[in-house]
């Protein structure tokens, strides 16, 4: 089982419309951090989120934290074609803060 | 761009030959790991390195080893290569512990055929 379930698995969506990716744990994070990672390359990091409640807006990409810091979702207001990829969410458990582990990844379509 | 250099890139290999992939970086970082990623499993940890000489294991460490004898050096070696072994390794570097921002490599893939 992975440490960091990540939903829905496939999302596929029109331009313009909204979506929202989540990632759920039953461990607590000191911090959960979502990479985009397109084919060929390497996950590029997006944003961290470090406090429990937090919100985060990056343009069109809103983040946030659980409350109990366990959980974080990925909001796309309006989604474009260039919003295309897999999103990962990633953290260290407190309790293994040196092993940064991955969700299995949301793979994000925006038809044009 | 952080500097991680991946190679080789692309390597086909047969079933139980040995299998070294090179991890280098240019950024002094301390950290350094070493994933695969397959369909449906995301990025999964096989070992990762804390200084020089000083590595541990991840989650899907069974099979391979790992070598750090510079900072800017982190090798995985697949001793006897198997099929199941088939997927895309990304290295990955960082300043401090686990929960920060890492940077990471192109990737090498790799098929045991």
């Known amino acids: 089982t992975q440490l960091l379930e990540q939903s829905p698995q496939f999302l596929s969506i029109q331009e313009g419309e909204n979506l929202t990716v989540y990632c759920n744990s039953s461990s607590v994070f000191s911090s959960l951090q979502w990479y985009r990672q397109e084919p060929g390359e390497g996950p590029v990091l997006l944003v961290t989120v470090v406090t429990g409640g937090e919100v985060k807006k990056l343009k069109r990409l809103t983040f946030q934290f659980g409350d109990a810091r366990k959980d974080s979702s990925l909001h796309i207001t309006a989604a474009q074609p260039g919003d295309t990829g897999l999103y990962l969410c990633?953290?260290?458990?407190?309790?293994?803060?040196?092993?940064?582990?991955f969700g299995a990844g949301t793979t994000v379509t925006v038809r044009a | 761009d952080a500097g991680i250099t991946q190679s080789p890139r692309h390597k086909v290999t047969e079933t139980g030959t040995p299998v070294t992939l090179r991890c280098h970086q240019t950024?002094?970082?301390?950290?350094m790991y070493w994933y695969r990623q397959d369909p449906g499993h995301g990025l999964r940890l096989i070992h990762y390195?804390?200084?020089?000489?000083?590595?541990d294991k991840g989650e899907v460490s069974d099979g391979y080893s790992v070598s750090r004898s510079k900072t800017e050096d982190f090798l995985l070696t697949l001793e006897s290569a198997t099929s199941s072994q088939t997927s895309v390794y990304f290295c990955?570097?960082?300043?401090?512990?686990?929960?920060?921002?890492?940077?990471f490599g192109q990737g090498t893939r790799l098929t045991v055929v």
């Open positions: 950024e002094n970082h301390r950290y």
């Open positions: 990633a953290g260290a458990p407190l309790q293994d803060d040196y092993k940064l582990s």
């Open positions: 990955a570097i960082s300043e401090y512990l686990g929960d920060t921002e890492a940077f």
């Open positions: 390195s804390y200084g020089v000489k000083d590595t």
